[in-house]
């Protein structure tokens, strides 16, 4: 039996800080899991354990899964899914091969090598985005939280529980994908895939260059529907496109497609901003279609 829930929570936070990492409300993921013996219930924390790993990589966050304290709560067994970062509350060390890590909360003062192949372990900080427990049968036994088993005699189940930070998600991203002047959202998770930039009001490429921004995102409808969907137009055209440019590196668009100066030109060209990498392409009408199309769309 796995019960979950997808809650506001509040949290009586002496000193909110740090944006969204440290406030007193927030939006968490809780599941709480129920097997019939502790070998069921171990594989159910391993799938609960890989579904973690499958969303982190999904959204293409460089997290680690490290070994963490059960503290209050309890349990035999504990992980912790972790972004390095320094603004990180939580003090992490791990093998640079990759064999081993950990919370620092979970070794003794002398541990320096990792434990598989003897490499020094490197300390870092992180931000915790999720914690999973395997509790066994430490609340079932005090809740009498019994089933009938095969032989129809009463049984303990074996539990577990787990946590996502789901606002805490959102604030980690930009921690640790984004630059000091932009945002850079996993593309899961971007409020829109695309922005349209045409030319600035009473700018010589104003008329044709609207028209012909116009006719890409036709074209990008009819080819890439989906795509086309999840896009934004930056239609504020009485200030500049540098200006607007800068207003879609702080939200965070993945991709802007600008009617710059070069829009006059036969053909036409496009200027392609691609803001996770920082690279500029300049492209015309068919071009931006072909980039377009590699974009994977959630």
């Known amino acids: 039996l796995r019960l979950y829930q997808v809650t506001r929570k509040f ?8 944006g969204l990492l440290r406030s007193r409300e927030f939006y968490m993921k809780d599941m709480y899991t129920f097997d019939t013996c502790e070998k069921a219930a171990r594989h159910t924390y391993e799938q609960v354990c890989d579904a973690y790993c499958s969303l982190f990589t999904r959204l293409g966050l460089p997290f680690v899964k490290v070994q963490a304290a059960t503290g209050s709560i309890g349990g035999t067994t504990s992980h912790e899914f972790q972004l390095p970062a320094d603004i990180g509350e939580d003090r992490l ?9 950990a919370n620092v909360e979970t070794l003794n003062g002398g541990q320096t090598s ?13 931000i915790e985005v999720g914690h999973t427990f395997y509790l066994g049968t430490k609340y079932s036994s005090v809740a009498n939280a019994v089933f009938s088993s095969a032989e129809n005699k009463p049984q ?9 930070g789901v606002t805490r998600i959102l604030a980690a991203s930009i921690e640790v994908l984004s630059t000091e002047d932009s945002i850079r959202w996993p593309s899961l998770i971007a409020p829109f895939q695309l922005c349209f930039i045409p030319p600035k009001r009473g700018s010589k490429e104003e008329e044709e260059g609207a028209a012909l921004l116009e006719r ?6 009819e080819a890439l529907p989906h795509l086309a969907g999840d896009s934004v137009l930056d239609d504020r055209t009485q200030l500049t496109i540098g200006k607007r ?4 590196n702080r939200l965070g668009y993945p991709y802007v497609v600008v009617a710059g100066k070069r829009v006059c030109e036969d053909p036409p060209v496009f200027e392609v901003w691609n803001q996770n990498t920082g690279e500029v392409l300049y492209v015309t009408k068919e071009g931006v279609i072909e980039l377009l199309s590699k974009v994977q769309v959630p």
């Not at 949290?11 to 740090?18: G, L, M, S, V, W």
């Open 216 to 221: 890409v995102y036709d074209d990008l409808a």
């Open 93 to 101: 060390v791990l093998c640079p091969q990759g064999h081993f890590a």
């Open 11 to 18: 949290r009586d936070e002496p000193k909110p800080r740090f």
């Open 156 to 164: 303990l189940a074996e539990m577990g529980c787990y946590g996502l």
């Open 245 to 248: 440019l800068k207003d879609a």
């Open 114 to 126: 990792c434990p598989t192949c003897g490499e020094k372990l490197t300390e870092t900080k992180g």
